[in-house]
């Protein structure tokens, strides 16, 4: 099975003493049966034996420390394990290009790196008490065939039937289980279109009533699948336990009819056999969870394995460099084509050829999906060309610079992100930082302690500012601006263009912003134009 397998190759350190604790844990619970056996015969006589009640104490101290000692071992090892699988993947999705994660999904990603994750984190410790209960029972089937072959041939063929029918009626269940969290996942898709669009659904009471009644028709089909999925895990609870009870029913009146003189072994087998329904109830129990743990390790390597193709063939990128910052970068000849799964194009962009040069700002302008930002994401590396060329200073970036040729560039998209911690900037200088936030109008609200933003919690727009004060402080050789004055207010649009812009390419800065603000096209050395996915360049006072 998967998740033996994965356990294996993972975690293999602990097997060996989970596996001799596991036995003492056994031994001491077959121990304690024998000695509650003896111990009543004696009680039954008006006898207390004080060598048995210190065999008996020293069983259940033995049984209390081992079983201790599994659960402690089983969570630590089991975390550990998703810590390894989580940091692989985590590995995995830093080396993996823009257009694998967009393929795959940001929701697909993040639900197996949480929910299939803790689906593991919670089963397999009670996967390991099943495997130690499991223990137990070879031991108690041991020591009922001392005392009487055919009861324990009766008792643990009923045993195993128990876990038998619980497996495969649990097994049946997939299906159903699969089809309540694809209902949970229809509720959540709802629920995001709720609370992503609510500014649309409050403008529009159709459009409301539209999102509302979808969102009644998953909820109710996450209850009804639910429902069904919870009556029949009740239907064979009830069925595991009807057959558990029987068990006694088993030694007490049929194994007399078969076995003469069992009279005689009949007090310690049959409790015997009352020790046993517990392990068989637990091992019934966790069985089932095989089913939820394969289930999450298939989604896992399913995932791992799609990220892994993409990261193989990026996994060069990191090993050469650049010669020096680059001064110039274009594109040659750059072509893109983004297709559907059948692998027809949807929409092409290129041949695209643009140069942009240090200490010049260069413009980008088009319609919305002419292809700017597809423009941004191949001239920053960020996903692979189709054909043509990334150019450094005059010379075609290899696959094997391309993660050093990223390095160098600064970017702030117009779907940026900005994380509250300053990790691309190591010792930030505190006047340098004061100064910034000064300058982009941000003291008042904003300061930098520990390396991190006192809060982001700020306008689409102050965002922006504290994203170029870390683009400063990374003080790299290019910048790239998609829509950044977009957000800004009128006064702080005017700064931007009229002087934050300027003086960065009196520091010899590539600079390349996204714009529409015709207003102040005049400052641009260069401006291209994206039209339908392809580039040209404008003159200046040119529409």
């Known amino acids: 099975m998967r998740i033996f397998k994965t356990v294996l190759r993972e975690i293999p350190e602990n097997l060996a003493s989970v596996l001799f604790v596991n036995s003492l844990s056994a031994v001491a619970a077959t121990s304690i049966v024998a000695l509650v056996s003896a111990a009543t015969k004696e009680a039954a006589s008006g006898r207390i034996s004080a060598r048995l009640l210190l065999m008996f104490a020293i069983s259940s101290l033995l049984f209390h420390v081992t079983q201790i000692h599994t659960l402690v071992t089983s969570s630590i090892d089991s975390e550990r394990l998703i810590h390894k699988l989580r940091v692989r993947l985590f590995n995995l999705v830093r080396k993996t290009d823009l257009v694998t994660i967009d393929r795959i999904g940001r929701a697909n990603l993040q639900g197996v790196l949480t929910q299939d994750t803790q689906i593991l984190a919670e089963v397999l410790p009670m996967l390991v008490i099943g495997f130690q209960h499991a223990i137990i029972l070879i031991f108690l089937a041991i020591y009922l065939t001392w005392l009487s072959p055919f009861a324990c041939i009766l008792a643990f063929g009923l045993a195993g039937l128990t876990v038998a029918v619980r497996f495969k009626r649990v097994h049946s269940l997939r299906t159903l289980m699969q089809s309540a969290a694809s209902a949970e996942g229809g509720v959540f898709d709802g629920l995001t279109e709720l609370l992503n669009g609510f500014k649309e659904v409050r403008m529009n009471g159709p459009r409301a009533d539209g999102v509302i009644n979808t969102l009644r028709e998953a909820s109710h089909t996450s209850r009804t699948t639910n429902s069904q999925l919870k009556a029949q895990w009740g239907r064979n609870y009830a069925i595991i336990e009807a057959m558990l009870y029987s068990l006694a029913g088993l030694i007490v009146f049929v194994v007399p009819l078969f076995v003469p003189g069992f009279y005689e072994v009949a007090l310690p087998a049959t409790i015997a056999v009352l020790f046993i329904a517990g392990p068989v109830s637990t091992v019934s129990f966790v069985t089932p969870m095989l089913t939820q743990a394969e289930l999450a390790l298939e989604n896992i390597e399913t995932m791992e394995n799609n990220l892994s193709a993409a990261a193989e063939a990026a996994s060069c990128e990191e090993i050469g460099q650049l010669d020096q910052d680059p001064l110039l970068i274009a594109l040659h ?211």
């Open 333 to 543: 000849d750059a072509t893109l084509s983004y297709r559907d799964t059948s692998g027809s194009p949807l929409f092409s962009v290129g041949p695209l050829n643009a140069e942009f040069n240090a200490g010049q700002i260069t413009f980008i302008t088009g319609g919305n999906g002419s292809g700017k930002s597809t423009l941004l994401r191949l001239l920053t590396g960020l996903i692979p060309l189709d054909s043509g060329s990334i150019v450094a200073n005059g010379t075609p970036v290899t696959t094997e610079q391309m993660q050093d040729y990223r390095n160098r560039i600064s970017a702030i998209f117009s779907d940026f992100h900005l994380s509250r911690r300053l990790y691309s900037v190591k010792d930030p200088d505190r006047k340098t930082i004061s100064t910034l936030l000064e300058r982009l109008e941000m003291h008042d609200k904003v300061s930098v302690r520990d390396g991190s933003f006192s809060t982001i919690d700020l306008s689409t727009g102050q965002r922006k500012r504290l994203a170029l004060i870390v683009a400063e402080l990374e003080d790299k050789q290019v910048l790239v601006l998609d829509e950044w004055a977009a957000d800004q207010d009128p006064h702080f649009r005017r700064i931007f263009y009229e002087e934050l812009l300027p003086d960065l390419k009196a520091r010899g800065k590539i600079v390349i912003c996204v714009t529409h603000d015709e207003r102040w096209f005049h400052i641009a050395d260069r401006i291209y134009k994206m039209n339908e996915g392809r580039i040209e360049e404008q003159q200046k006072g040119s529409s």
